[in-house]
């Protein structure tokens, strides 16, 4: 089976950096596990990306095993395409207005 090819939008790209930004300042070195995690779930979804569930409209998220972040992305499958759109948080403050 080939892979899809993949493609990042702006926005998942600085939340991507953002995280990644975040995770070091936790701990020297975090962010690479951070990276290593994210980059297996962008491994999973290029093998077969009809395997997560549709979220809204047609993004379908893939959870970062390990962090609270999940990918959100679209299919175009006329060319084989996975469209990055976001890489958010699911970590919520429940003291955040």
Do not use: C
């Amino acid at each position: 089976m080939a892979l899809w090819s993949i493609q990042f939008s702006p926005e998942a790209i600085e939340e991507l950096q953002n995280a990644l930004n975040y995770y070091n300042y936790q701990r020297d070195g975090l962010e690479i596990e951070f990276m290593i995690e994210f980059e297996k779930q962008i491994e999973q979804i290029q093998l077969n990306p009809f395997t997560r569930a549709i979220r809204y409209l047609n993004v379908r998220f893939a959870i970062i095993n390990r962090f609270p972040y999940a990918i959100h992305y679209t299919i175009k499958e006329n060319t084989q395409t996975i469209i990055v759109q976001t890489v958010l948080s699911t970590f919520k403050d429940p003291n955040a207005n």
